[in-house]
DNA sequence: GGACAGCGTTCCGACTATTCGAACGATTGC
DNA sequence: GCAATCGTTCGAATAGTCGGAACGCTGTCC
């Protein structure tokens, strides 16, 4: 949760920008049309003041007025900017023919993600080859967000951090129970976390969703820092789990340690 | 091109807020890496003013700092926007199992498209499901553009534009050959787009790039908009330009034909 | 090793862009 | 036809913003 109240007074922030992307963010989850009067509300200002904003957006492209409601929705625009985001990404850029080969040879899909707080952000994602498979499919996407405690790839990223974020990062966890074997307490997350480090990934039996089984390997970058995370996600009924630790795990660890080693990553 | 001189200096605009986005986006295309010096060159600002800029943009998430070189790159915080984007687009949520079906049942690639000014962004991407095909793959993906006037996409999308937003579109294009067929006139671009219209569909016969063929065709909405298009890509090796336009083509035309009536589109 | 140039950052007073309330025209529901 | 709500415009008081100057730092060049 980002909190919303004043930053910093002074000098050296810009209250304008904050309140203009605050109001470009609003349109994020629900509905996807906001109105004038509605965004003042969420956000806490004048009509008059959002208004400014917003035909700001507007006329830079980030915001279109739907011409019949009068409401307005995010613009193509805004696009740009998540895909640069995205594009820039030396990791993704490297990682993705190896993950393309990862999914051919075991027919799983098999997908990438950074940590960024206490969720992780998907930013490769390569589809199961084999048609007829069963369809796992929490409707995820490039982009898409899951908290980390309750998935392998989370997992794999908070057992790499240091110490202090570590730390930090377990503070604001909110541990709902997902799937059967939920992990519930920080108590219990803090010893999987440090079985995960000393095994060297992380697997996900049900603890997101029911059926839902998922192994997960970390990439490090040329200081030793993992930076992203790459997993196979399978249905349960497919796969047991000492096929997907033995088998498919060593698989993933060669894919991930090949990734690694093109970033420069030299294992102590 | 975007102008960047001032839009309007009177009230209902933010000068603050668009010279943070301008701040954001100078790190779209090129080095991910920019420093408080170098965007203060770029975008024509004193390096104090950047540096409240960018000082925002980083708490907020938006932008992250090196540690090592002191510059900045987009943050995770970028993602998020450009995804709530893509996902508050109707179209794209009603499309995508037609698209999936399409993709399926020929084999090919299926993508879809909307245009913002003379580009088109790609919003959706089925690859191809046979493995071992050819792979015909410019680096595209969701949220990539390609200019309108050499892409069937493109072309299918200009040229059901109004008259006034279509004679708009074509002032600004730069008709550069980029493949054995390009159209690189205004005027045989003109001549192209009134066929489409009456044919309903675009044909892309290696225009942007060689041996690579393509057809669109366009959504229509419930306001009998074109509100995006869909094509199939193929190389032109493995099909003919009969058998694109009779046999697959009949296919993409179907599945256009159903999404639009699911947007509530009623044929004249 | 000292001078220099470049960087990111901070500070400050002058300034101007930004603020919200009030008012307008259009639309909607009763 | 009235009342409520919408998006939008206007204005004067305000407060957030502006860029030059200065700081500490890191490299490079004699």
Redesign the pocket.
């Known amino acids: 949760m980002v909190g919303t109240e004043a930053r910093e007074?002074?000098?050296?922030?810009?209250?304008?920008?904050?309140?203009g992307l605050l109001i470009l963010s609003a349109f994020r989850s629900g509905q996807p049309q906001?109105?004038?009067?509605?965004?003042?509300?969420t956000v806490?200002?004048?009509?008059?003041?959002?208004?400014?904003?917003?035909?700001?957006l507007?006329t830079l492209g980030y915001l279109q007025?739907d011409e019949?409601?009068?409401?307005?929705r995010l613009g193509p625009r805004v696009l740009d900017l998540g895909f640069s985001a995205i594009n820039s990404m030396e990791v993704r850029e490297v990682a993705a023919p190896h993950l393309r080969r990862l999914s051919d040879a075991t027919g799983f899909t098999v997908n990438m993600a950074i940590l960024d707080g206490n969720d992780i952000v998907y930013v490769e994602r390569c589809r199961s080859t084999r048609p007829g498979q069963r369809e796992i499919d929490l409707n995820l996407h490039v982009g898409s967000r899951l908290p980390a405690y309750c998935t392998s790839l989370g997992k794999v990223l908070l057992a790499h951090l240091s110490q202090p974020l570590q730390d930090a990062a377990l503070d604001g966890i909110d541990f709902t129970r997902r799937g059967p074997n939920t992990i519930t307490s920080r108590r219990a997350l803090l010893a999987e976390l440090e079985r995960v480090r000393r095994q060297g990934f992380a697997v996900n039996n049900e603890e997101l969703a029911y059926g839902l089984r998922s192994i997960a390997a970390p990439i490090f970058d040329f200081h030793a820092e993992a930076v992203a995370a790459v997993n196979l996600a399978v249905h349960s009924s497919m796969v047991s789990m000492q096929d997907l630790v033995a088998r498919l795990g060593e698989t993933l660890r060669r894919a991930a340690a090949e990734v690694s080693a093109h970033l420069g990553y030299q294992p102590a």
């Open positions: 007074s002074g000098t050296g922030y810009s209250q304008s920008l904050e309140r906001l109105g004038v009067s509605e965004l003042g509300r806490g200002l004048s009509r008059s003041t959002v208004h400014r904003y917003v035909a700001t507007a007025q019949e409601t009068k409401k307005y």
